[in-house]
T-cell receptor, first 110, second 113 residues
């Protein structure tokens, strides 16, 4: 079992470009999450999906959109990237309280 | 805003010593969790303590929770070089069926031989 996978692993964008970060899980979990982690800080929740067909804003949703494509997949889209969105992005899943994290996508916006 | 603040920010100890990290939070919680992050990797769940529990053990890990002081501590006993990582506390503000975590800023632990 792969657990939680994220693509791509690394990405460099120019200001104003768009991109979609992909997350997939084979754990049959209902809930999925997107976080960002900036240097010296903990993770901050961007969006989450409690179950297939629902999405909700987290602490820092501005500049992002999400799609819960099906139970397995939850994507994060940056429509017009800004340097402030340079960060490491983590996807996670949960069935109960414990969350399981993917390996992360390191995004640089120049 | 960060729910949890961790102390110390960095900790360096020798193998075999114990490591203690503290976490303070601001609002009432359903549970508090601790995660480990190795450099360049995703987070790994270590232990969960519920708001009605005061202490919990898992292997070399011991977690305490004081809801009156809104604080928790993580003790790693007999540390090993492999314990070198960042450790984060996370409070669970359960929103419906999703576990909605708010993370602290983390403690970087360095265990030297």
């Amino acid at each position: 079992n792969a657990g939680v996978t994220q693509t791509p692993k690394f990405q460099v964008l120019k200001t104003g470009q768009s991109m979609t970060l992909q997350c997939a899980q084979d754990m049959n979990h209902n809930s999925m999450y997107w976080y960002r982690q900036d240097p010296g800080m903990g993770l901050r929740l961007i969006y989450y999906s409690a179950s297939e067909g629902t999405t909700d804003k987290g602490e820092v949703p501005n500049g992002y959109n999400v799609s819960r494509l099906n139970k397995r997949e939850f994507s994060l889209r940056l429509e017009s990237a800004a340097p402030s969105q340079t960060s490491v992005y983590f996807c996670a899943t949960s069935r109960g309280h414990e969350q399981y994290f993917g390996p992360g996508t390191r995004l640089t916006v120049t | 805003s960060q729910q949890g603040e961790e102390d110390p920010q960095a900790l360096s100890i020798q193998e075999g010593e114990n490591a203690t990290m503290n976490c303070s939070y601001k609002t009432s919680i359903n549970n508090l969790q601790w995660y480990r992050q190795n450099s360049g990797r995703g987070l790994v769940h270590l232990i969960l303590i519920r708001s009605n529990e005061r202490e919990k053990h898992s292997g070399r890990l011991r977690v305490t929770l004081d809801t009156s002081k809104k604080s928790s501590s993580l003790l790693i006993t007999a540390s090993r070089a492999a314990d070198t990582a960042s450790y984060f506390c996370a409070t669970d503000d359960r929103a419906g069926t999703a576990s909605k975590l708010t993370f602290g800023t983390g403690t970087r632990l360095q265990v030297t031989l």
